[in-house]
């Protein structure tokens, strides 16, 4: 069973636009860690953001920010005023209590100047 | 921060042949390292997890005996495509785990079997 859905495959955006990216995830686990990572065309992953279960906040870095909702079982991530550099596959993930990351499908985001 | 290096960055070999690639934690000491594998356009799915000085184990479908890893010690692990053939052509990634959770991901090796 697929635990990290990403329903978007391909989002295309002029730049300036806002971007959000999707990401439901399943677990029976009450300890968990949720993870974007952000794959550029060169194919390294770059790490974005980590988030624990017992953490709800919502966060912000820059022009990224997400939103933890335990209740949808969601993990969204905005990016705001998207740029060319921006463009990239974006993978959510998910650590449950076996520490193995589950990765979602991916979303390729592409920004058009 | 942690860094990961992988090596090669990519590869050409022939069908037949073997190719070592190689995940070294260059700052920390990983406890438990973890091989994926990438084809175009697809997400990454994990191959196996190996921690030092244990034998690896292997996500379901992955052969054990063509895909063999060798976890030596806390800062290198190694991938050896045995016998390798065009279908095994496609974006192997390494990632090296310190503590629980977090995970550093090599630059990856592009293999290409020809």
């Known amino acids: 069973a697929q635990k990290v859905t990403q329903a978007q495959t391909e989002i295309s955006v002029v730049e300036k636009e806002d971007v959000t990216l999707d990401c439901v995830y399943e677990?029976?686990?009450?300890?968990?860690?949720l993870f974007w990572y952000k794959q550029p065309p060169s194919g390294e992953l770059v790490f974005l953001i980590r988030?624990?279960?017992?953490?709800?906040q919502n966060e912000i870095s820059g022009r990224y920010s997400w939103n933890f909702q335990k209740s949808t079982s969601s993990f969204n991530f905005t990016i705001t005023a998207s740029q060319v550099v921006d463009s990239a596959v974006y993978f959510c993930?998910?650590?449950?209590?076996?520490?193995?990351?589950?990765f979602g499908a991916g979303t390729t985001v592409t920004v058009r100047a | 921060g942690a860094v990961v290096s992988q090596h090669p960055s990519w590869v050409i070999c022939k069908s037949g042949t073997s190719v070592k690639i190689e995940c070294r934690s260059l700052?920390?000491?990983?406890?438990?390292m973890f091989w994926y594998r990438q084809f175009p356009k697809q997400s990454l799915m994990l191959m196996a997890t190996?921690?030092?000085?244990?034998?690896?184990?292997?996500e379901q479908g992955v052969e054990k005996d063509k895909f063999l890893i060798n976890h030596a010690s806390l800062t290198l692990s190694t991938l050896t495509v045995t016998s390798a053939h065009p279908e095994d052509s496609s974006f192997y990634i390494c990632?090296?785990?310190?503590?629980?959770?977090?995970?550093?991901f090599g630059s990856g090796t592009r293999l290409t079997v020809v």
């Open positions: 988030r624990n279960s017992f953490d709800e």
């Open positions: 700052d920390f000491q990983a406890t438990t």
């Open positions: 190996s921690n030092e000085g244990s034998k690896a184990t292997y």
């Open positions: 677990t029976r686990d009450t300890t968990y860690y």
């Open positions: 990632s090296a785990r310190e503590g629980w959770t977090d995970y550093t």
């Open positions: 993930a998910l650590s449950e209590a076996v520490y193995k990351l589950s």
